[in-house]
C-alpha cells in the first residue's frame, strides 16, 4: 500500500541533495508501506539504482520515487486521505504504531463479514496487530462478537501459506483491499479459511449454546426479491434438485429462510419457492417457509442449522462458516461468493458445490414456464443459466 498523507511532512525533500526546502510541514506528502519500503530498497535495488535513477534521476524526488514504485513486483494500492478530515487520530496512531488499522465498512452484514476477514488475512501476512477503530455500521449484535483486535501472527505461523500471499500480492487481479473481496477467488481471506471457521463458530456459541442440536431437519436459505431482480446478476435461484439430490433420506423437514417478499407468490420469486415447496413435498418433505425473524435472529438460525444449503449469499455464507455442521455452498464463476483459487485447507464440514443457477437480473425476464422447467431440470440446458451445461 502506498499512502498519501497531507499536513504531515513537507513535498520537495531532494533526494539527490539531501536537503529539505522547508523546516515546516505544511503541503503532501507520501508514505509507503514496510512491504512496499522493503521491495524497493531489497528485492530491486540493482534494478532501480540502474534504471530509475541513474539513467533518469532528477531532483524531484516525488518522480523518482514514483518510478521506484512503478518498478516494484508488488501489487500497489494507492490511498489518499487528508488529516484534518479523514485521516483519525487512532488510525494515525496504528500507522506509526505499525498496526493494520481497520475500518468497518458501510457494507451489509455479509458483505462487512468478508471484508473484515480479509483485511484480518492481510495483517496476518504482513505481521502487523490488527485493531479496529470504529464499530460495526450494521450487523453489529454479530460483527462486534469478531475480534476487534488481534494480535501480530509471528511469520513462524504463516510459512506455509506465506508464499500464496505473495502470489495475491504480485497478483493485477488480486482482491487486498477491494469492497467485494467474497466475489474474487483471489482474495486473502480463502488462506485463513479455518480460523474464519472456528472464530465465527465462537461468536455462535457465546449467544446460542447448543441451539438446533437436533438433526431431523435441513435449512435453505434464499435471497430473492425486488432489488436482486433489478440490479444484480451474482444473486439468484438454484435448481430443486440442488437441494434435493443432497439431503439424507433421513431427513423429512425442511425449513426454508428468506423475507416475506421472497415468499410472495404474487412475484416471481414467490412462485419460485412455492413451486420448490410443491417439488420437495411431492418427495414426501415437509417444507416451512420463515421470515419472521430479524437479521441476527436469521443469521444464527443459518449458523446453527443441522444441515444447510446456501444458495448465492454473503449473509450465508458468512453463517456458514459460524455453523459447525454439514454446509453445502453453492458457487460459480458469476456469483456472489467464489470458491477459493488455491488449493487451501477450508473447514471440513463445508462443502463448496460448482452449479448452475439463473441469476437474479435474467430471472425478470423468462416466462413462468421456462423458469419452473429449468427449476425442475436435471442441468442447465437452456440459455438463461449460468454456466450452461456442455
Not at 506455509?160 to 502470489?167: D, E, G, I, R, V
Not at 423429512?252 to 429462510?257: A, G, H
Not at 435472529?297 to 443459518?302: A, G, I, K, T
Amino acid at each position: 500500500m502506498m499512502t498519501s498523507f497531507s499536513g504531515l511532512l513537507k513535498h520537495g525533500a531532494s533526494l539527490k541533495t539531501g536537503t529539505l526546502r522547508s523546516p515546516y510541514f505544511d503541503g503532501r506528502c507520501y508514505a509507503l508501506s514496510q512491504a512496499l519500503a522493503s521491495d524497493i530498497v531489497d528485492g530491486n535495488l540493482q534494478n532501480l539504482s540502474r534504471a530509475a535513477y541513474e539513467a533518469d534521476g532528477s531532483s524531484s524526488e516525488d518522480v523518482d520515487m514514483g518510478k521506484w514504485v512503478n518498478l516494484s513486483s508488488l501489487n500497489v494500492d494507492l490511498e489518499r486521505v487528508h488529516l484534518s478530515t479523514d485521516l483519525t487520530a487512532r488510525v494515525l496512531e496504528a500507522f506509526l504504531k505499525n498496526e493494520a488499522a481497520y475500518e468497518w465498512p458501510d457494507l451489509a452484514l455479509g458483505n462487512s463479514y468478508f471484508y473484515y476477514w480479509n483485511a484480518r488475512a492481510v495483517a496476518t501476512f504482513k505481521h502487523l496487530v490488527f485493531a479496529a477503530v470504529n464499530s460495526p455500521l450494521h450487523g453489529s449484535e454479530i460483527l462486534k462478537r469478531l475480534p476487534q483486535h488481534a494480535p501480530q501472527v509471528p511469520p513462524s505461523e504463516t510459512s506455509h501459506m506465506q508464499s500464496l500471499f505473495l502470489k495475491l500480492e504480485r497478483d493485477a487481479e488480486a482482491c487486498l483491499t477491494c469492497r467485494a473481496p467474497a466475489e474474487s477467488p483471489r482474495s486473502p481471506w480463502q488462506l485463513i479459511m479455518r480460523t474464519m471457521s472456528s472464530e465465527t463458530q465462537a461468536v455462535v456459541k457465546t449467544v446460542h449454546p447448543g441451539r438446533n442440536s437436533r438433526n431431523s431437519f435441513a435449512v435453505v436459505h434464499v435471497r430473492c426479491d425486488p432489488n436482486i431482480l433489478k440490479r444484480h446478476a451474482d444473486y439468484g435461484l438454484l435448481r430443486h434438485r440442488f437441494v434435493a439430490d443432497r439431503l439424507p433420506a433421513n431427513v423429512q423437514n425442511l425449513v426454508v429462510v428468506g423475507e416475506s417478499i421472497s415468499f410472495d407468490v404474487k412475484n416471481i420469486c414467490g412462485k419460485c419457492i412455492k413451486d420448490f415447496q410443491e417439488y420437495m413435498e411431492q418427495r414426501n418433505v415437509s417444507v416451512e417457509l420463515r421470515s419472521n425473524g430479524t437479521q441476527e435472529e436469521d443469521w444464527h438460525f443459518l449458523a446453527s442449522a443441522p444441515l444447510l444449503f446456501c444458495a448465492p449469499s454473503t449473509f450465508c455464507a458468512s453463517a456458514a462458516f459460524g455453523n459447525p455442521n454439514q454446509v453445502f455452498l453453492a458457487v460459480n464463476d458469476n456469483t456472489s461468493v467464489r470458491q477459493p483459487l488455491f488449493s487451501v485447507p477450508s473447514p471440513r464440514n463445508l462443502q463448496w458445490v460448482q452449479t448452475d443457477f439463473l441469476p437474479g437480473q435474467w430471472l425478470k425476464h423468462q416466462s413462468w414456464e421456462d423458469t419452473r422447467d429449468y427449476l425442475r431440470a436435471s442441468s442447465c440446458a437452456v440459455s438463461f443459466c449460468v454456466p450452461r451445461a456442455n
